[in-house]
Structures are given as structure tokens and as C-alpha cells.
């Protein structure tokens, strides 16, 4: 466990800045107290900026290498609100949690509340609904279409996020078809583009 320093106090915190090394400025690591680790980094000022950027990182050991979280930028947050966001890094460290893991995790959870880890299969479901409910629409041929894009796509793409698929792989997954079935592909590769822009619309792919 690294040692602790001296609790800096708020009044010496506000007037930290970066550092100048022979005439040149240079960031500044200014490590507070208070929970081990906790830093305020300091950058020069840019431009005709009085102050640089400054932002809390917390420095830990985790499996004999050292890592850092950056926790927000100063005085957005607030020296107390720094050490209350490290002290929760700590405590994660000390339940042999690893810090990094968990926000992966967190911002996986974030996008599947935000709809951007949607299914493949669940967004080309919604396309074929939305296509066939259309008035005036050949339901046929949607329906022939999904049923296509079910027996050769699903198997390749079909639980992917759709907003994680490149063109590389729907251009892999069609490849095959080409060769054996060219108006197939084609009659694929159409869908799928409607498929990609009903998911933008919706806001569940990104392009």
C-alpha cells in the first residue's frame, strides 16, 4: 500500500500550477494527500490562458504494474469529491476487484441501455416488421429477403452488436454466397444496407 501524504489543504490545492524547467513550461504532478495516490495534474496554459488544464488522477498497483484513473478535471470536481471517487478505487483494489474491468463493464452496461449493443438479429426483426407494415409494399418478397438474411447472415452476424459490425465483416459473410449464389447475394447485400440505415435512424448504429 503506497504511503499516504499530508492532507493538502483547498486554499494550496487552488493554486497549484504546472511547473517551468530551464524557461520551458512542463506538466506538474502534484500529489494532495488524503488517499493515496491522489494527484492533480497540472498542464501549462495554452493560447492566452492564464491557467492550464488541471484534472485528478489516482496512481495505483494492480498485479505489480501501475496504472492510473483519471477521475475529472479541476474544480469541476472538487478536492472532496476527488477523494471520495479514489477512496471508492481503493476500496475496489482492496476487494480484489480490478478498476479497469469494472468501467469496461460499466460503459458495456451504459450501451445496452442506450440501445447500441442491439443484436444483429433483433435490428434486422425490426426492419422486416417495419417493411412488411408498410402500405403498398411487396410482403413476399421482404419476407423471402429476412428469411435469406436468417439462414446465411444470422449464423455469422446474428448476435453481434450491430454497432460493432464493420463492413469487413459483411462483406466476409456475403462472400461465400456470391460465389455459389450470385442474385441471392444481391437480393441480401440490398437488405442489409436497409438494415445498417434503419439502425442509424434509430439511433442504434453510428455508421
Sequence with gaps: MPK??????????RSLRHKVVNGIPKPAKWFVGGVAGLALICEPPKGEANIGPR?????????????????????SISSANAK?????VRLQLAQGDDPRELDRQQAKEIKIREGLLTPFKVASKKWHDVQIARPNVSTQDYQKRYRAIKKYIFP????????????????????????????TAWKIQGALKQIFDRAEVDGIYDG
Excluded: C
Design 156 to 183: 455469422i452476424l446474428g448476435d453481434r452488436p450491430i454497432s460493432e459490425i464493420g463492413t469487413k465483416e459483411v462483406l466476409h459473410a456475403l462472400e461465400t454466397i456470391w460465389q455459389k449464389m450470385p442474385p
Design 4 to 13: 499516504t501524504k499530508e492532507e493538502m489543504p483547498d486554499s494550496k490545492i
Design 55 to 75: 484534472y485528478w488522477v489516482l496512481f495505483y498497483s494492480i498485479n505489480g504494474k501501475r496504472e492510473e484513473k483519471f477521475l475529472g478535471s479541476y474544480p
Design 84 to 88: 471520495v471517487l479514489s477512496r471508492d
